[in-house]
């Protein structure tokens, strides 16, 4: 399998900062990687495939980049909504894994 | 409009089974892969499984491969996911969801609001 591995796995940051949050995949998966946005209660919600195309509806401060093994997602200016869990995904694949999470918690 | 709705809460004792089904609207149930992932209380999210609902062809993670059913009733364009020989570690929220491909970039595009499982004696 596959395996993703997320840093930090927490992260306190404020209203209005700048945040980047790192996928790293055990092998090449090209730009076969998306973004979730997971909130308690809530189903997850999907912000951005295929390393960097942003999910119809989903805010332009939400981006992603990389390839290979390599991948971010940045949020440009945090919002209050944006305070939640963030997975990447590997859909390269047949059997897809995500990465452990990164909690975004209010500084 | 898509959606998926899921069916209701579970408690199961050690040693049962559970059926959990996916019910889709808003799209072409035969037309996409439906997959199932879990959150156990305090973890992340685990991929279990995906279902073709046109051929009924079915992929799970490794972990489950002993234990886990997915099918698909087409006629009524419904999923089920059946998790047999529960433990306490099995307690999680279950959701399925779609699979949309854009330009062979496949991701989840849609979620049902998921089914809590409860596993205890």
């Known amino acids: 399998d596959i395996q993703m591995a997320q840093s930090p796995s927490s992260l306190s940051a404020a209203v209005g900062d700048r945040v980047t949050i790192t996928c790293r995949a055990s092998q090449n998966i090209y730009t076969y990687l998306n973004w979730y946005q997971h909130k308690p209660g809530k189903a997850p919600k999907l912000l951005i495939y295929g390393a960097s195309t942003l999910q119809s509806g989903v805010p332009s401060r939400f981006s992603g980049s990389g390839s290979g093994t390599d991948f971010t997602l940045t949020i440009s200016s945090l919002q209050p909504e944006d305070f939640a869990t963030y997975y990447c995904?590997?859909?390269?694949?047949?059997?897809?894994?995500f990465g452990l999470g990164t909690r975004l918690e209010i500084k | 409009q898509v959606h998926l709705v899921q069916s209701g809460a579970e408690v199961k004792k050690p040693g049962a089974s559970v059926k959990v089904s996916c019910k889709a609207s808003?799209?072409?149930?035969?037309?996409?892969?439906l997959h199932w992932v879990r959150q156990a209380p305090g973890q992340g999210l685990e991929w279990m499984g995906r279902?073709?609902?046109?051929?009924?062809?079915?992929n799970y993670a490794q972990q489950f491969q002993d234990r886990l059913t997915m099918t698909g009733g087409t006629s009524i364009s419904t999923a089920y996911m059946e998790l047999s020989s529960l433990k306490s570690d099995d307690t999680a929220v279950y959701y399925c969801?779609?699979?949309?491909?854009?330009?062979?970039?496949?991701?989840?595009?849609?979620w049902g609001q998921g089914t809590l499982v409860t596993v205890s004696t």
């Open positions: 279902i073709t609902p046109n051929s009924g062809g079915t």
């Open positions: 995904q590997q859909s390269y694949s047949t059997l897809p894994t």
């Open positions: 808003g799209y072409t149930f035969t037309g996409y892969y």
């Open positions: 969801a779609r699979e949309f491909c854009t330009n062979g970039v496949c991701h989840l595009d849609y």
